[in-house]
């Protein structure tokens, strides 16, 4: 079965600095989607970025990006100019083509003024 | 405005009484998923169903229940099977074969 990992509990960044978001993941397949969603307080999900495994090119919307190491299984995402809207809980989540989407504990993200 | 719609927002129950959360999407998608989040905590994939009258289980599919009787509609029944089913539900979907997923606001589901 796949498993995605966030290492992270819990994360502070600066405002207006920049923060990292590790994930990894276990998989045997080669074709694949990474995803990055938020969730604010609201409760409500927000897709962030998605990344294709055949795409070597790394994912980027505007402020957030994303380190996509294939080998090593790893997603981690980047959070550049950290705005006080940012804080979220942040989660990983893996799907193979056309099958169930599978999500990480989660990372709290806190931004500090 | 297309979307998904989870109702009601807010769910109270007592112990022993089935409920059935409902789920609706006119985004035209075939994909529905059911997942269970508890404080501080992932979403767990509770069932999940790729076309109309077929679903599969996920992780935690005991004490459960879905249909899959139209496209847009995918209730999910928390019967009295399931020993602790105080936590907020999220319902998704997404297009078949393509993957990015969206999320209607949730039910916040309390047994006393």
């Known amino acids: 079965a796949q498993t995605v990992t966030q290492s992270q509990p819990e994360m502070s960044v600066q405002e207006a600095e920049t923060v990292t978001l590790s994930c990894t993941y276990d998989?045997?397949?080669?074709?694949?989607?990474l995803f990055w969603y938020k969730q604010p307080p609201s409760r409500q999900m927000i897709l962030v970025i998605r990344?294709?495994?055949?795409?070597?090119q790394n994912a980027t919307e505007n402020r957030f990006s994303v380190n996509f190491q294939k080998a090593a299984k790893s997603f981690s995402l980047k959070i550049s100019d950290s705005q006080l809207g940012d804080a979220a809980m942040y989660f990983c989540?893996?799907?193979?083509?056309?099958?169930?989407?599978?999500f990480g504990a989660g990372t709290i993200l806190r931004v500090k003024s | 405005d297309g979307g998904i719609t989870q109702s009601p927002k807010y769910l109270f129950r007592k112990e022993g009484q089935n409920v059935t959360l409902s789920c609706e999407q006119n985004?035209?998608?075939?994909?529905m998923y059911w997942y269970r989040q508890d404080p501080g905590q992932g979403l767990r994939l509770i069932y999940y169903?790729?076309?109309?009258?077929?679903?599969q289980k996920g992780d935690i599919a005991e004490g459960y229940s879905v249909s899959r009787e139209k496209k847009e509609s995918f209730p999910l029944t928390v019967t009295s099977a399931q020993k602790n089913p105080t936590a907020f539900y999220l319902c998704?979907?997404?297009?078949?074969?393509?993957?990015?997923?969206?999320f209607g606001q949730g039910t916040r589901l309390t047994v006393v």
């Open positions: 169903s790729q076309i109309v009258n077929d679903f």
């Open positions: 989540a893996y799907m193979e083509y056309g099958n169930k989407l599978v």
């Open positions: 998704a979907s997404s297009i078949f074969l393509n993957t990015e997923a969206f």
């Open positions: 998989t045997s397949e080669s074709d694949y989607y």
């Open positions: 990344q294709e495994a055949y795409k070597q």
């Open positions: 985004l035209n998608h075939d994909a």
